[in-house]
């Protein structure tokens, strides 16, 4: 069965009725989260007055027979015309032979450059031929892995709403960190005071993490984490810039007692095969939308698993894809829930995809319909313009 179309589209999905009255906006609107961006005073203040206005699209791969599947496009406008020329070469080729297309995707790549940009439009392909696989077989991704390893999912909520997420039975909680190196010692000290009150939020029964996005070197890492011991927190997050090699190896060498976890920002399999290599985190942190899709996330998974390293996918409980990678997974313990929707509002009046699962007291288990279970109807699919 070949692939006979490969094309960027756009879905109407049915717009979301919020029938639960918030409490108060969501922590995501206004509270400033340190960055890479910080130092500059003009957009220190929230990350959207930078950030790029990009929108998602998606991928569609359809078969001889007609049966198609689709993949989530971030970045769509710069991506479109990537996307064009990876169909050139997948259009024809069998649609089942995934190893082999994600083998050529990254080689097609090259030119160009196979990270950053260009591996968000692998990413979407890749999903999208999973989940054409898995209807073309009739089974759920997760089944195609193998069948699932786990009973369900432990999840953990992302955002600064901590007492909603307590709230909504979660056990496990990861912050924004508001301040770095551009807020000097003064911002060390509300840093403390952030973690603090979250840790008497939560309690000594439940997990703390800290997700510092990128915004530190370091030398400041060092210095909050030497502050945050106190808490216990069980993981510090993406503290440098992803590129920093040699920082990652200077920051083991300094925080030998504090578990380091990265690599949202880290593209194809070879960065994490750098780190398990040199030992530089206790925890990857693949993105299956970003990185190369469910078949790069597989391939570091298994690198993983052989090194003894866990892979705790960044946003992997807010996708379908995630949920499935993790379900069926050995290496993969938890997954990410980021709650950007305000507190009082249940997480099923939020959830952005039709057919996605979303957690219950904490805990997930994805949808059994064939491929990744998205119920989206080929009535609501437009070429993207
Ligand atoms: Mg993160």
């Excluded at 196979?114 to 077989?137: E, I, M, N």
């Excluded at 927190?233 to 920051?251: K, S, V």
Aim: hydrophobic content about 40%; some cysteine; proline content about 8%.
């Amino acid at each position: 069965m070949n692939i006979t179309e490969l094309r960027v589209v756009s879905i109407d999905l049915p717009r979301r009725e919020v029938r639960t009255p918030q409490r108060h906006p969501s922590w995501a609107l206004e509270a400033e989260v340190a960055n890479p961006m910080s130092r500059y005073a003009k957009v220190k203040r929230h990350r959207s007055l930078w950030l790029p206005k990009w929108e998602s699209a998606w991928v569609k791969v359809t078969t001889e027979d007609g049966t198609w599947g689709l993949g989530t496009l971030n970045f769509a406008p710069v991506l479109a015309p990537v996307v064009e020329h990876l169909a050139s070469q997948l259009v024809g080729e069998p649609c089942l032979a995934i190893d082999k297309l994600a083998d050529m995707m990254v080689r097609l790549t090259k030119p160009y450059g196979s990270t950053g940009l260009a591996s968000y439009a692998v990413s979407a392909v890749d999903l999208a031929l999973w989940d054409l696989k898995g209807k073309l077989l009739e089974q759920p991704a997760y089944s195609l892995l193998g069948g699932p390893q786990k009973d369900r999912i432990f999840c953990y909520a992302t955002g600064n709403d901590v007492d909603w997420y307590k709230e909504l039975g979660f056990r496990a909680f990861k912050l924004a960190c508001p301040y770095g190196p551009a807020d000097g010692l003064d911002g060390i000290q509300r840093n403390e005071a952030f973690v603090a009150e979250a840790r008497e939020t939560i309690g000594d029964e439940a997990e703390l993490m800290l997700d510092c996005w990128m915004a530190f070197d370091v030398d400041y890492t060092v210095r909050l984490a030497e502050a945050l011991r106190p808490y216990r927190l069980r993981w510090m997050e993406e503290c440098l810039i992803p590129e920093d090699l040699d920082g990652h190896i200077a920051l083991r060498a300094r925080l030998p007692w504090q578990t380091l976890a990265t690599g949202e920002h880290w593209y194809t399999s070879v960065p994490f095969q750098w780190a398990l290599h040199h030992g530089v985190v206790d925890i990857l942190q693949p993105d299956i939308n970003w990185c190369g899709g469910l078949t790069t996330c597989r391939r570091i998974a298994a690198a993983a698993g052989a090194a003894g390293i866990s892979v705790i996918l960044h946003g992997g409980g807010v996708t379908p894809f995630g949920q499935h990678f993790t379900y069926a997974t050995p290496a993969a313990p938890w997954c990410e829930v980021f709650v950007g929707s305000p507190p009082g509002v249940p997480l099923e009046e939020a959830a952005r995809l039709p057919g996605q699962t979303v957690p219950r007291d904490g805990w997930l288990v994805p949808s059994d319909a064939p491929g990744f279970g998205l119920e989206i109807l080929e009535d609501w699919i437009h070429p993207y313009l």
